[in-house]
């Protein structure tokens, strides 16, 4: 008799965000707890290269707006439009920068984006969003769709596709799931052109993500990551998030 197989990893309650809404940092960074992201300082270059002024700029998966704070460097008054799926980001960002005219806020999901923001945005950026949801074709397609210029996003890139969960701790749910995870998928670049090609005829580039380890190595106290297991550390030219090499990649798709 064949005993029934209990497949631990079959949990698809991937949405860590929408179950407990402090798992991110943004508020940290913005109250100015944490210090600004190392790819902040990178997304501001890039971005600069691109912009210009009166452009508009989507951030999507912008938790609670950080990335503002820096792309102000660029343009005090950009125009900064920032989605999120968790309203408890979107309702802090609106609070927090009210008093910037030049900023607007929405609940919007990569899955599900609103097809009024087709080709609305000059620039759009998505930043270590793709590599933590469990399908990418659908928000590939929204953020080209909403773009007029130049697309930008930050995730795992390498030669192989390696799809990946790794787990806070060991709870299970009541079928003996393991359900507690974040998705940290990396896909190949051949894998992340053909998807892209199927979707319309972009120039993809590729760029290094660039990075001071000590000051990513600062950021990786015993008290944060006791609070948040799998932040990302630096070790020997590596980032390394739980027990993966993270290797992010900025995917540039000019249109
Ligand atoms: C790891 S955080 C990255 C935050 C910020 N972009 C950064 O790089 O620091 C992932 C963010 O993506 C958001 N997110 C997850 N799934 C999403 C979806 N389907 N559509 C839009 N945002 C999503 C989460 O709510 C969270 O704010």
Redesign the pocket.
Known sequence: MIKKILFEDRNDNW?I?QKN?SI???IK?IKKQLPE?E??KQLVKIVKKKYKKGDKVL?????AG??YLSLKRIDNKINYYG????KD?INYAKRYFKKEKNTKFEV????SMSKKYYNKFDIVF????LH??PSIDL?LKNLIKATKKVCII?TLVSNNTHLSRFYYNDQTNRKGELNNFQLQNTYSYSLIRKKIKKIGNFKVSFLDDIFDGKKINKEFTKKERKRYPGLTRHVDGLQIAGSKVFEFKWIIIQK
Do not use: K
């Not at 951030?59 to 938790?63: K, W």
């Not at 989605?83 to 968790?86: A, E, G, R, V």
């Not at 998505?126 to 969003?129: F, K």
């Open positions: 949405e965000w809404s991110e940092r943004s960074r992201m790819a902040s951030d999507f998966g912008c938790a950080h990335f989605f999120d799926s968790t980001y919007q999901s990569l899955f998505c930043s270590n969003v933590h949801i928000p930050r």
